[in-house]
């Protein structure tokens, strides 16, 4: 039999921040918050103390639609924007996770 670990000497398992920001531009305001791993541009924008336009939240709806300017983005799921739509730069920013480490999102575009 092994002994028990003993509190506190274990490793911890910590969750490793991506580099880089998420700016947002909304109703001619922007803000800038530190990019989040697995965080959607929509709960980016929620946590910069924006409010944003949404819906679903399942990526059905459209209403928050908005214009990547800067970075990438990869969409869990597109059942609204047309592939022209996507091709522009547009995403659902609730279901739009960044690629890279720095994105800028205008929703007014």
Known sequence: MTDPQ???????????AVQGT???QLDGNAATVANRPGET?????????????FSCEAGNCGTCM???TTGTAT?????ALTEDEVAEGYVLTCQAVP???????NYDE
């Open 75 to 79: 969409m869990r799921v597109n059942d």
């Open 41 to 53: 541009l929509l709960e980016s924008a929620r946590r910069a103390g924006m409010g944003p336009p």
């Open 22 to 24: 998420i700016t947002i």
């Open 6 to 16: 003993t509190p506190g000497t274990g490793s911890a398992v910590t969750e490793t």
């Open 66 to 68: 908005a214009l990547l």
């Open 99 to 105: 690629d890279t480490p720095d994105v800028t999102v």
